[in-house]
């Protein structure tokens, strides 16, 4: 009898120690910091156009503009991102023969445009744009007194640019342009009938220059 109270004594003092059943545990908790699971989701990413050094002023030429006889510059001004104002001035000076003799239109034309860029910071990127055409020209016949007009249009441009090393201009593009002058004159060879006819003319755009 004494040896089964003993066991028995020692079976409750065993129960006593064993841990709780599994009815009655808690689940394990995750630590804090412990991320959430990700399972089935997926992460987005967002791309981002490339970006340099914010650029003010650009100072560029156009090589096609020798095609009608121009000889200027174009200058970019960055208003904010994505949004630049252009300015170009040239000198005009070329002759035709009309009838036999030889005319000359010469003067002085600018362009004042407004362009789009999908680039940051400068004229980066795939730019769209329009332009208003002005013009102050003298057209001195071979015979007769030198007549002065006006010429006005305007124009659209679409094209790409780039800043090579950040700072060197690259561009090239095309558009379109409608111009008429104030004074009506017989149909005039190319060039100078961009002068001194109206019409409808393509534009090539190339830019070669520098930004600041």
């Keep these: 009898m004494k040896i089964c109270r003993w066991a028995l004594g020692l079976a409750i003092f065993i129960a006593l120690l064993a841990p709780e059943s599994s009815t009655n545990a808690q689940p394990a908790?995750?630590?804090?910091?412990?991320?959430?699971?990700?399972?089935?989701?997926?992460?987005?990413?967002?791309?981002?156009?490339?970006?340099?050094e914010r650029r003010w002023l650009t100072l560029s030429y156009n090589?096609?503009?020798?095609?009608?006889s121009r000889y200027g510059a174009n200058a970019e001004l960055l208003l904010k991102s994505h949004h630049v104002a252009e300015l170009t001035l040239y000198w005009a000076n070329t002759l035709t023969n009309e009838d036999s003799f030889?005319?000359?239109?010469?003067?002085i034309g600018g362009e004042l445009g407004y362009r789009y860029y999908t680039g940051h910071d400068g004229p980066r990127g795939i730019y769209v744009g329009p332009s208003l055409l002005l013009g102050g020209f003298d057209a001195v016949p071979a015979n007769g007194a030198t007549t002065k007009f006006e010429n006005y249009g305007v124009a659209i441009d679409v094209?790409?640019?780039?800043?090579?090393?950040?700072?060197?201009?690259?561009?090239?593009?095309?558009?379109?342009?409608?111009?008429?002058?104030?004074?009506?004159?017989?149909?005039?060879?190319?060039?100078?009938?961009?002068?001194?006819?109206?019409g409808v003319r393509p534009r090539l755009l190339l830019a070669l220059g520098v930004a600041f």
Excluded: H, I
Excluded at 38 to 48: A, L, M, N, P, Y
């Design 159 to 198: 094209g790409y640019q780039a800043l090579v090393g950040d700072r060197w201009v690259v561009g090239l593009g095309g558009g379109v342009q409608y111009n008429r002058p104030n004074k009506t004159f017989s149909q005039q060879e190319l060039p100078a009938s961009v002068y001194a006819n109206p």
């Design 29 to 52: 908790r995750a630590p804090a910091n412990t991320p959430a699971p990700t399972e089935g989701k997926v992460e987005e990413s967002t791309f981002r156009e490339p970006r340099g």
């Design 102 to 107: 030889s005319n000359r239109f010469r003067g």
């Design 63 to 68: 090589p096609f503009t020798l095609q009608a």
